[in-house]
């Protein structure tokens, strides 16, 4: 083999060589530039979440509790240095707040709250054994409820007549998650609430209710139950408990009637993010649901509605 020969075979080595380390290289400075934009992305949205948290508290201190006005919004912190609130919705009572810090960074971001009153529940979670009490103040229309996952949900319903204050429970449990003992085709139905399905939804995870037909039937006390609606029977509230076996577990409620249930669930919404970030710029949203309606402890509504004595169910 000649001496040009073997020169251009090393060259031809040379070059390959050259490459590989090349395409080495491009790939480790891609894959450290990469690195470096994750770290700063997630520095960026943790001081996007500080700040959404930060100023989402400052709203939840005043109307995170359900007997103050959401309103009165518009009014409690219009100043040119805080959080300014405007009505942005008049049909659906929707609220806006908005103001820039920069308390969590280096440079200002702004964050937008959403803050309403809503009668339908989305997606509201409840513990397995927990209580979620929706407000009715006389509302004697039909409840449709729907939820994420298999499990016995336990109604209790209070409501006043002529004799006082009355409740009256019943257990929707068509799976046999707990209780074994449901059946929607008997005709008369021989659960007090009088459970139906609903159209297009899972028999399993769904049911519908009307308040009347509960009131009407507990309140005549007869065979024949004789309407004394109008005579003072009204709804005070509704307690919707989830019944599973795994203590841990819990349910993502859904619940609407018509217009004229009382709002249930007061809800916020709060995002920020960097305005002269780009598209690339994280944005940290944070949402809040609160019921509207007084939550007495699981345990203590126990004691009430049993006479004082605490039953394991």
Not at 56 to 82: A, C, H, M
Not at 153 to 173: K, M, P
């Amino acid at each position: 083999m000649d001496l040009k020969t073997k020169s251009g075979q090393i060259l031809i080595i040379t070059l390959l060589v050259l490459t590989i380390i090349a395409i080495i290289v491009v790939s480790l400075v891609g894959l450290v530039n990469r690195d470096i934009q994750q770290v700063v992305s997630t520095e960026q949205y943790e001081e996007a979440y500080n700040t959404s948290e930060t100023q989402l508290k400052k709203v939840l201190d005043v109307y995170g509790k359900p007997n103050t006005t959401l309103s009165e919004i518009i009014n409690t912190f219009n100043s040119p240095s805080d959080i300014s609130c405007n009505e942005t919705d008049l049909v659906q009572k929707i609220y806006t707040c908005g103001v820039i810090s920069s308390e969590f960074s280096d440079v200002p971001l702004r964050t937008t709250i959403v803050a309403k009153d809503t009668n339908k529940v989305t997606d509201f979670p409840i513990y397995k054994d927990r209580t979620f009490d929706m407000g009715l103040d006389g509302y004697l229309d039909i409840i449709e409820f729907w939820w994420d996952k298999y499990a016995a949900i336990e109604f209790i319903l209070t409501y006043s007549d002529a004799n006082g204050v009355q409740s009256v429970r019943d257990v929707y449990d068509p799976d046999a998650v707990i209780y074994n003992s449901f059946s929607l085709s008997v005709s008369p139905p021989i659960h007090t609430f009088n459970f139906r399905a609903i159209p297009g939804r899972s028999y399993a995870t769904s049911v519908v209710i009307n308040i009347s037909e509960i009131i009407t039937t507990q309140s005549a006390g007869t065979a024949s139950p004789v309407s004394v609606v109008g005579s003072g029977g009204t709804p005070i509230s509704l307690q919707i408990i989830p019944r599973m076996n795994d203590r841990f577990d819990s349910i993502l409620l859904n619940a609407q009637g018509n217009n004229t249930l009382k709002d249930q669930i007061r809800e916020f919404t709060s995002s920020s993010y960097n305005e002269a970030g780009g598209a690339s710029t994280p944005v940290a949203s944070i949402e809040t649901k609160i019921p509207l309606a007084p939550q007495p402890d699981s345990i203590l509504d126990y004691a009430i509605i049993t006479d004082g004595t605490i039953q394991n169910q």
